[in-house]
């Protein structure tokens, strides 16, 4: 379970001369062991912090409040992996999961080498709490090692384990379309072709999945993107839905553009130009290509068509994020590789009128592209 | 909006001496400023940090990062309310919020009147990222004063404001449970149950809510908690809701167990138990009533009737977290006070057979207690 992740990890780091790191982003969690938690309505509410990894220079050790525990046990049967916990929810005493956390650190420190062994500690700096790292700074009688990005690159090119993971989430969003297709109608209101949506994905999932990320009308003036609320379609009312699914801690993503009642001209005709610039985009993909090379002739075929250029990214990489490297956008000098998973979401947008946004995901391969999304982006 | 908190906190951070200080837990976040966030798919994903309150001795700013402007407006209408964004999507460049923060900060210190007026600032510490607290720590040439749960009985008694907050939000969980009530049936899986819940929520309301707790069937092991997912009902079994909305950053909480065909004669009896020890409780509810007085009568009330006294607490507050002060647990030594908002939930379990959870919410007032939830706790 994501040993190739942890041994690209383990190589930067030591190439670095980090004796030892502690990574709390979600995202590097996720991405070094595997362990996603269950969707949450936010922070773990008797952790002391999220859950961190611990790197002693020589193997990974989740560490996560025994509320975790069985959602974490998975990694600890990988021949590399360890999960330890520490105690959250009690009725004994008050809650104090931080003072837990902090005494297993500091056991896990100790177990480690401590000072005699340890220099330089890399850390997470935006993303581990203060008090963790002020536990360490003492300890080390100085500060730490920033490493906040540094796993960002090494999380470009996916594996196969990571590619099947996508694959599975992209059919939700697949299936999360064809519902909204269905929903969609005079009357409906953005939040009705939501929970169609999300209702199809967790009956087929057979288990709660957290969604964004858009699905607004385009007579309101942020027809771009929004969370769906309280406003119904009118007749000719088009509405773009950006679906992003997150499953086992790995995100998809996807949008379409559909309409009630009768298709303008104008949106017919930018219907048409979106779609042709999504092709033109999918025709790029390929080993070598420059992402600020592809932003480029998408943005250039819709202002040579003689419409107004989309102010967002053409396109953008997924993973454990929604929204990672490599960017597709003007100042993009990343070069694609086999084993990217990338999206491509060119649009036109009137506001307060209409929009256009299509959006699919693809698989860089040996000698261009595979794509991963299926969902129906016709017009009625 | 939200006045009365701010001015809680100013006096207890001045009658500690603390000169300045920044709040980093969403829990503080919201009840001090009012903003909760838009339910999200978790961490902004373009925020430096999440979002923060700076209180330079005397006003409170709220920082947040510019994709989150349009929801934090409101408190900057507040009379000593003011917003301060930075910059975080952008296409021109890599996102770097951390950075955009950082000087952000750098300006509010300045502000302040820096280490001339500013000798000691307190810091949320396992809330705030290490980052920040690195870059104050280096201003003020030493440590921080750790403010983590100071804010928690300050938040005890809620305003009259809060008090229609969650109002509000118990309207919520009645219609899920009248939908989950209709959706239990023989074949029904606990995530179909958890939608019919979940769609009549977010219908009503006219947006996303997210929700909390428990959807799970008798037979499960795990029978007294955890998320739903593909188990089926059979005939005779329960299936224990326990529901929470988030509405405005406010939580709700309420449980009730349904039966699936017929029901056996072991949960008709520990129903009424766990009926008559709900009510045994509410009628203990008053000013003045100590926690742990309550706590041991309600176990001792299904000790006495021979069945096994429920592991988790009696009950606990609930405000801008689903799980706060004052907590009805044994060792509780909180005494009731009008304003506050305390859960009732007693149960009884037979772990990997059935179980019965009954649950209410009551605001404290005067002279005894007003129950905020209405729905229909009744065996078929």
Known sequence: ?????????????????????????????????????????????????????????????????????????????????????????????????????????ESLWAEAGGVRRIRRVGVEGWALPAAVGGVLAAKIGGDWVTIDHWLHLLRMVKTDEEVAKLRANFRLTDIAHAAARRAVGVGAREIDVWLAARSAVEAAAGQRVPMGNDCVVGYRQENIGGWPLDYALRPGDSLIVDLSTILHGYWSDSCATYVAGEVSARQQAIHTIVSQALALGASLLRPGAVTGDIDRRLRQFIADAGYPVYPHHTGHGVGVTGHEAPRIVPYGQDVLAPGMVILLEPGIYFPGETGVRLEDAFLITDDGALQLTTHDKALP
């Open 1 to 105: 379970m994501h040993e190739e992740q942890r041994r690209r990890a383990t190589a930067l780091l030591q190439s670095r001369q980090i004796d030892a790191a502690l990574f709390a982003s979600p995202a590097s969690v996720t991405w070094l062991t595997g362990f996603a938690p269950p969707p949450q309505t936010g922070p773990h509410p008797f952790a002391g912090a999220p859950p961190l990894v611990w790197w002693d220079g020589e193997r990974f050790t989740l560490l996560v409040v025994d509320g975790l525990a069985a959602a974490a046990a998975p990694f600890a049967t990988a021949s590399d992996g360890r999960v330890l916990t520490y105690l959250g929810y009690t009725i004994d005493a008050p809650i104090d999961g931080a003072r837990h956390l902090r005494m297993l650190l």
